[in-house]
């Protein structure tokens, strides 16, 4: 059957009369600010004074007129368009807060609606659908769009804040149909709100570290079919609040449904560049059922391979159980049989390093002094370290929590890989050999990976190219907020080596990306220079990267593709005409200029039964764009490049399940996580390793 693909969006129509507004310099009662960038010709020449002016806003009580206002008829053009949008944002809020919903902005501004689950789940909180709305104007179809996301559950405390002894602990805070910040009370550009607020009628968002003071436990992860949730939500939702005449007086939606996504605006990658060979030029698209039949593509240089365990006094069983595992597989019935067997490399025990402590929480000091008495013969053997871990990444206690980040730190200095297991998951799982098998499959995969090994590498590799990821990841409880890292690859998905910086030194990363690329063509003249990057790439960082390109003499194009590490969750699109919703891999949509939805995931056909234990992953935004005027006129390069991000998206070595996101922005985002944590900078013999994995 083929495919029917649908968007999340309802479309209206434009306004039949163009609306009149009034607009003021000064701010009214009512009034409501229209930023400088929004200020087309027509407001200029109707407040001529604003042309030498450093003011950033003027003010209109949009359709209402008010004295002293200058009243402007709105073209659905450009700037005007951009007013328009916000007017119906506005009219929208209002409805919503009219009926007593809560109603806040998304983290990209968006309208999100909460409405409260009529059935209570706890007796400590309370459960809120949330729901986005956004507007846009003829990105996919002639008409203005409303895209109708579901973005999950907010769960708000019954427990007020006045009664909340560790306040240290809240964040996000509901009051009367209002979201803050409690953190930040003392915004001054929120006070008037700020001085309403009863701290008896204030009730905090349940965050993990809270969870755990109040007993609650932590939800085990989702499962289910994300598609058929989210699109169940959104239509639910939408037939309730939106399809119905009192919001149509708002926005004048035609037809009952999703729209249909245009045939012109869908295109289909091949399965076969997805295509990953193995050892002896084996080929498949599955590592799960291939990499322990056809063997990794290289083994890592030193075949001289010993690893040790660093555990807790009390972890002895289950590590007696683990090393059985390792050596001999996990028995009858199951696919595991070795880490020799699997991963194909001869690793031995090494007794006299194995490092036992005795203090939970601060075991780097007995660590430390082990490892001072122990001999390695670094020339010539690799070792690798399996860390026992008595925390889990959700523990509360921070310093309990960077421990294993510190132990990965000690050893890295040591020139010694790590595999940290978490020992909680581990007692549970270990005596049942079927299931656990599988993390022993990523745990193999991982320290091969570790070692220098290459499990995989892409089949299909006709281009010479120099593909750049830079990523990022955001520290909540830090004053810096995010570091970025890059990433170097060869085309055929080969690692070459990275860098990390501060998100804040441009310089440094330009100065990086410009050393790979001179490094890269000093070997091979590249096609174009590919780049990966977390957000959108401005001017400011774009300009060196095009002047040592040059200096190099280096006159082939560059590509710079926006990648959203985040799944997309504002427009998605599903399959009608499938049961499980989630459309084909492979497939891509264009949602606007240069823009579009790319689906990784293991749907490749509809001949076999698709393996549920896949999940269910939603699509990636991508913008692409290009510094250079000509870079666009071969009509296949904008497939190329797709095809480039959705082969970097089955490299990833940590877990044999398909991801979603590249290499290019997920090992980047996975280094920019840890290496902020370190004491010391991460050694230079370390940037060509994968020891974050």
């Not at 009580?61 to 659905?76: D, H, P, R």
């Not at 005596?431 to 098998?437: E, I």
């Not at 220079?529 to 194009?557: C, Q, R, T, W």
């Not at 427009?571 to 891999?585: C, F, H, Q, T």
Request: with cysteine.
């Amino acid at each position: 059957m083929s495919e029917k693909l649908h968007f999340n969006i309802l479309s209206f129509n434009w306004p039949e009369v163009k609306p009149t507004f009034y607009f003021t310099v000064e701010q009214t009662e009512n009034s409501h600010p229209i930023h400088k960038s929004k200020w087309s010709a027509k407001i200029l020449e109707a407040f001529p004074e604003l042309k030498s002016t450093d003011k950033e806003f003027i003010y209109t009580t949009y359709t209402q007129q008010v004295e002293g206002a200058i009243g402007l008829e709105i073209k659905m053009f450009k700037k005007e368009l951009q007013i328009y949008k916000q007017y119906l944002k506005f009219k929208i809020r209002n409805h919503f807060k009219e009926k007593g919903f809560i109603v806040v902005k998304n983290f990209i501004g968006d309208i999100q609606i909460w409405l409260k689950e009529k059935k209570e789940i706890h007796p400590l909180y309370n459960r809120y659908y949330k729901f986005s709305l956004k507007i846009q104007f003829a990105q996919v179809s002639e008409h203005p769009e409303l895209i109708v996301s579901f973005d999950g559950m907010a769960k708000v405390m019954n427990i007020p804040l006045s009664e909340i002894e560790d306040t240290t602990l809240v964040k996000r805070t509901v009051f009367n149909n209002s979201v803050f910040n409690y953190q930040k009370l003392n915004d001054p550009d929120k006070q008037d709100f700020y001085n309403t607020i009863e701290f008896d009628k204030a009730f905090p968002l349940l965050r993990r570290d809270l969870a755990k003071v109040y007993n609650i436990p932590e939800p085990a992860p989702e499962r289910s079919n994300r598609y058929i949730k989210y699109l169940k939500n959104s239509t639910t939702f939408a037939n309730a609040y939106l399809l119905i005449e009192e919001f149509k007086a708002i926005i004048p939606i035609y037809g009952k449904n999703f729209i249909e996504v245009p045939k012109k605006l869908i295109n289909h990658i091949d399965p076969q560049k997805g295509l990953l060979e193995y050892a002896n030029k084996n080929k498949g698209l599955f590592p799960k059922k291939e990499l322990g039949k056809f063997k990794p593509y290289r083994r890592p240089e030193n075949p001289n391979i010993k690893f040790f365990f660093i555990y807790h006094e009390s972890h002895q069983p289950q590590i007696k159980t683990l090393y059985k595992y390792l050596t001999k597989g996990t028995g009858e019935g199951t696919f595991y049989q070795s880490l020799e067997s699997y991963i194909n490399i001869k690793a031995k025990l090494s007794n006299e390093h194995f490092i036992k402590y005795t203090d939970v929480h601060n075991p780097i000091p007995e660590i430390i002094a082990q490892l001072e008495q122990k001999d390695f013969d670094k020339d010539s053997i690799r070792y690798a370290a399996f860390y026992i871990s008595p925390f889990d990444k959700f523990t509360p206690n921070k310093e309990d929590k960077l421990v294993y980040v510190k132990v990965k730190e000690l050893l890295l200095k040591e020139g010694i890989i790590s595999q940290v297991i978490d020992y909680n998951k581990m007692q549970i799982d270990i005596n049942k050999p079927k299931s656990y098998q599988y993390t022993l499959h990523n745990i193999s995969l991982a320290i091969h990976a570790k070692l220098g090994g290459v499990p995989w590498k892409l089949a299909v590799t006709e281009k010479k190219e120099l593909v750049i990821g830079v990523g990022a990841f955001t520290f909540q409880d830090a004053n810096r907020r995010y570091i970025a890292s890059a990433f170097s690859f060869q085309n055929n998905g080969l690692f070459n080596g990275f860098d990390y910086f501060s998100e804040s030194n441009s310089k440094a990363l330009a100065g990086s990306i410009c050393n790979k690329i001179r490094t890269f063509s000093s070997q091979i003249e590249p096609e174009k220079v590919v780049i990966h990057f977390y957000k959108d790439m401005s001017e400011k960082e774009i300009a060196p990267i095009k002047k040592g390109m040059k200096l190099l003499g280096l006159n082939v194009p560059l590509y710079i593709l926006n990648i959203n590490k985040t799944e997309a969750q504002d427009i998605i699109a599903y399959d009608s005409n499938w049961s499980n919703l989630m459309p084909k891999s492979g497939t891509y949509i264009r949602i606007g200029f240069n823009k579009f939805l790319l689906f990784n995931n293991a749907r490749y056909n509809n001949d076999y039964k698709y393996p549920a234990s896949e999940g269910y992953p939603f699509p990636i935004k991508i913008g692409i764009s290009s510094p250079d005027e000509d870079a666009f006129e071969d009509a296949n390069i904008i497939t190329e490049l797709l095809t480039q991000v959705y082969q970097f998206s089955r490299l990833y070595w940590k877990s044999l399940r398909q991801q979603n996101v590249p290499v290019t922005i997920k090992y980047p985002e996975m280094v920019a996580q840890l290496a902020p944590l370190f004491q010391g900078t991460i050694h230079k013999d370390s940037k060509d390793k994968l020891w974050f994995l």
